[in-house]
């Protein structure tokens, strides 16, 4: 599994010639750093006198949090083995006419997965962003940039999984599928590009000299 390899084993098998893991590995990745990176920052706000009052919601932040990485982090393994999934149907034989339509069809099934399993990192990542916010506004201030990096991971984790949506949809006939899944992907996208840039705006402007 992707997820045992140590960090530079794992880069070094992104940088090598397979195909996998690829960029929608790696936006789960950035989902699990944005996730973990938030219960950082809700963890360093615990038990701090000066956050008495928001005590309850960084209890409860934090385990949520953690529970969104460990999702996160199986779906590094969940894209990679997607893909494998197309791949080795691409394999099967086609002799026959029977052949052939079965190939086509076990295709279309596994491409669809292909698609869906990034869109659910991206609709999760998505849901973390509001969270995120609450960690950087109302959290210990002296890891409010830490928020801010886990909320810049979020963004990644969002548009790197819809590329990798959007690149599966193409080849689908399916088009009512594909059509509800762009039109998803294209407001996902808008939505987490206004949540980062609101909140890397204010706190920009709070760090200002």
């Not at 956050?51 to 393994?77: H, L, R, S």
């Not at 099967?92 to 279309?108: F, G, L, V």
């Not at 201030?141 to 690149?167: E, F, K, P, Y």
């Amino acid at each position: 599994m992707l997820t045992d390899l140590t960090v530079k084993e794992f880069l070094n098998k992104v940088a090598g010639s397979d195909p996998v893991p690829g960029g929608g590995s790696i936006a789960a990745l950035n989902g699990a750093v944005a996730s973990a990176l938030a219960a950082m920052v809700a963890n360093l706000t615990i038990g701090k006198k000066k956050y008495e009052e928001v005590q309850n919601d960084m209890q409860a932040i934090a385990p949520k949090a953690e529970g969104e990485k460990d999702i996160f982090t199986t779906d590094i393994d969940r894209d990679s083995e997607a893909y494998d999934r197309v791949f080795s149907c691409f394999k099967m034989p086609k002799d026959t006419d029977e052949q052939k339509a079965a190939r086509s069809a076990a295709i279309q099934e596994a491409t669809k997965y292909a698609a869906q399993v990034p869109m659910e990192v991206a609709r999760r990542a998505y849901a973390l962003m509001p969270l995120i916010a609450e960690v950087a506004l109302k959290g210990n201030q002296n890891a409010v940039t830490d928020a801010c990096v886990a909320m810049m991971s979020a963004r990644n984790a969002v548009l790197g999984a819809l590329l990798n949506v959007r690149i599966n949809l193409g080849s689908l006939k399916d088009k009512d599928f594909a059509n509800s899944m762009q039109a998803e992907a294209d407001e996902l996208e808008r939505q987490a590009c206004a949540r980062e840039q609101e909140l890397l705006q204010q706190i920009n402007k709070d760090l200002r000299v």
